[in-house]
Nanobody, 121 residues
Framework: QVQLVESGGGLVQPGGSLRRACEAS????????MGWYRQAPGKQRELVAY???????NYADSVKGRFTISRDNAKNTVYLQMNSLKPEDTAEYYC???????????????WGKGTLVTVSS
């Protein structure tokens, strides 16, 4: 069994910062890509950022220069530092990880439960 537990999030004023964390736990052999998606009310879920096992990063154009993704492989944790937040960043944020468990041939995508980030004055 594998689960992703998220922390951080909440209410922040425009221009403010938040740091999200997501820890994977359970029967883990290796973790490939980790990342974050978000879904705003009435919109489709969109990729925010991902980071490969080799630390290669990719960002949505809307967050480039403001958000930074990182990971701590020793802790099986991915982080999302969000700076210069805008009201349009308001959304439910979900972490995910592509994880291979011992004895399994294929890696599987796992998801966190999501946490609301609200950017408002």
């Amino acid at each position: 069994q594998v689960q992703l537990v998220e922390s951080g999030g909440g209410l922040v004023q425009p221009g403010g910062s938040l740091r999200r964390a997501c820890e994977a736990s359970g029967t883990i052999f290796s973790i490939n890509r980790m990342g974050w998606y978000r879904q705003a009310p009435g919109k489709q879920r969109e990729l925010v950022a991902y980071i490969s096992s080799g630390d290669r990063q990719n960002y949505a154009d809307s967050v480039k220069g403001r958000f930074t993704i990182s990971r701590d492989n020793a802790k099986n944790t991915v982080y999302l530092q969000m700076n210069s937040l805008k009201p349009e960043d308001t959304a439910e944020y979900y972490c995910y990880a592509n994880i291979k468990s011992p004895g399994n041939y294929y890696a599987v995508d796992y998801w966190g439960k999501g946490t609301l980030v609200t950017v408002s004055s």
